[in-house]
């Protein structure tokens, strides 16, 4: 194989190399010009892979002749390609260039007709440089006026990315010196195969540099992109930190707000629950005052206001032990007790709860169950549940209540069922709200089932409703489950009327 095919076969198996690379690279946002730019090193490799066959001294006339018009075909297609890749490189795209692009591809598909292009003569020409032999096809009129315009079309490349550069586009003036000297290599093959004189065909290297050209610009592109996308990961970093700062202190605001909101429909909700029976505290004691004189006798009433005055002492004591029970449990988040018989609690909290009266309830607890919780505690929250699902039934009417108590996991769960009249989605979603009650105004603070949740909570557990409207409610009590025998006595679970 002589020199020039072995230059051949190097030249067109870097330009695929780049070919591949660029069609690869088109996928990148911001590069979608290499497609085009692949499809200049694809016909500059089959352009380059010819001249294995125009440099081989076995090669037959008409397959010269053949390889020359592939050849120029491929220069006209590479050219086409260089056009749609400058527009699309430099923004601009001038209107000539899509009918000169077509143009040229029809004139590149024309010179594949059998008797177009060329003559069909080939001359042989030995050059003693390198002793390179070369096989060259007469081209027509019609092939030498493809290749002017071809030559043509590079001057006019080559103006677009000089003015380009003028306007200090990034790698113009790389791309401009790349296109220089493929124009210069290109007139020399052109007055060669022209006949002018005799030297050494230079495409093949020449083809070499405007793909070195773009190889340049696009390993300078490519580090433009890292460098941009390091400054802008260093802004949205800082972006980033002010604005969590920002919503750091945002978050604190809204907490000093909410808690500041809390604190003031706490305070209005004790102050309602107080005041009521302190005004009919203070009007029972003043008209007490006013008819209770030396020498005078009792009023008839006397009985009916200290009455009064009790239950509104026993409100007011009953506000304070919940307010208390609540700041015990947001003061102490887990507080075990001893080992409890369950049984024992449920019992006590039946019998305590006198709003069961009338109604059908069934406690089904296994004596052997145990807790770890204070028996005050646990029966404070049963007996709340039992007033609850007592209140929950309709005035007048025989409803069913039940009790269960279960080992599950490393908790005992004790639910509380009714049959009532159930909740609402709005009213279960703010059923554990202080001082949000649905009873009529005096006959429920609102409170019962917030410290509930808060004594659950405080003895390891948690407290959560299940109801729907109509349907009845479903209350879960979940407290540690303890191992060994409760040292409370254990009550026998039943049934209580």
Known sequence: ????????????????????????????????????????????????????????????????????????????????????????????????????ALALLAGGAAMLVPGVGFTGQVTRRAVGLLDVTYRDAEPSAVGALLLGVILALFVALAVRFAAAWRRDVPYAGAHLVALSLLFLMAGNDALLLGGAYDGLYLLDVGFLGPVAAVAYALSGRVVDESRGLADLRKRLEHEVAARTAELTASREALLRAEKLAALGQFS??????????????????????????????????????????REAVERIAQVTRQLLDASRSAAAPTAPGARLAVTAAVQRALEATGALEGHDVEAAVDPGLAALAPLDGLQRVLE????????????????????????????????????????????????????????????????????SRGLAQSMGGDLRLESLPERGTRAVLEVPLADGAPEEAAGGGGRAD
């Open 268 to 309: 209005a909700g004790v102050s309602h629950e107080v005041a009521n029976p302190t005004a009919v505290l203070s009007a029972n004691l003043r008209y007490l005052a006013d008819t209770l004189r030396p020498g005078a006798p009792a009023p008839a009433d006397v009985r009916e206001c200290l009455g009064e005055s």
């Open 384 to 451: 709340q549940l039992l007033d609850n699902a007592a209140r929950a039934i309709r005035p007048g009417r025989r409803g069913r209540i039940r009790v269960r108590a279960e080992a599950v996991g490393g908790l005992v769960r004790i639910a509380v069922e009714d049959d009532g009249t159930g909740m609402s989605e709005e009213t279960l979603r703010r059923a554990f709200d202080p001082f949000y009650s649905t009873r009529a105004f005096g006959t429920g603070r609102g409170m019962g089932l917030s410290v």
């Open 1 to 100: 194989m002589s020199v020039a095919a072995i230059i051949a076969l190097l030249s067109a198996t870097l330009g695929a190399y780049i070919a591949l690379l660029a069609w690869r690279y088109r996928l990148a946002p911001g590069l979608r010009d290499q497609g085009w730019f692949a499809a200049v090193a694809a016909s500059a490799t089959a352009f380059t892979a010819l001249n294995v066959f125009t440099t081989s001294a076995s090669a037959a006339p008409e397959t010269i002749v053949w390889a020359s018009k592939a050849q120029l075909a491929c220069g006209a297609a590479h050219v086409a390609a260089w056009l749609r890749y400058a527009s699309i490189f430099l923004g601009r795209t001038p209107r000539w260039e899509r009918p000169a």
